[in-house]
């Protein structure tokens, strides 16, 4: 080991100007201890670097990514819609609720019943989704 060894980090990043770069690379043919120094920085960069992620997943990513954000956005938007009108429904109906007949109450529970199942769908799907990706 001399001082030219020193420079193993310089040369691994890229660092060094090309003639003393080239240097390097003559002393680097002739010296065992700056290629197991060099061999070891190698390693530790493919290990340190994250995974690539799936080809598939990369694809799936760029489609939604490319679609118009009026199509990402449409089901979220339907239900939050839904959500609004029911809640419009509910409040300008709420003092008339004790007037309400019996057919209507159940129109009104169905409805509602109907607006947490169309809800529980969109975020199990939702979910679903996230854990794809």
Not at 56 to 68: M, W
Not at 90 to 105: D, K, L, R, Y
Request: with cysteine.
């Amino acid at each position: 080991m001399n001082k030219e060894c020193e420079n193993i980090s310089l040369y691994f990043y890229g660092e060094m100007e090309p003639a003393r770069a080239a240097d390097f690379e003559k002393h680097l043919h002739t010296c065992p201890h700056c290629q197991k120094d060099l061999d070891f920085l190698r390693q530790m960069q493919g290990a340190l670097l994250p995974p690539a992620a799936p080809q598939s997943a990369v694809q799936a990513v760029l489609e939604h990514k490319a679609a118009g954000w009026w199509r990402r956005m449409w089901r979220p938007a339907l239900v939050t819609g839904f959500a609004a009108v029911m809640a419009v429904v509910f409040f300008a109906s709420g003092p008339h609720m004790q007037n309400m007949n019996a057919q209507e109450a159940d129109l009104l529970a169905y409805v509602s019943v109907e607006a947490d199942a169309e809800y529980n769908s969109f975020a199990s799907e939702f979910e679903a989704f996230e854990e794809a990706f």
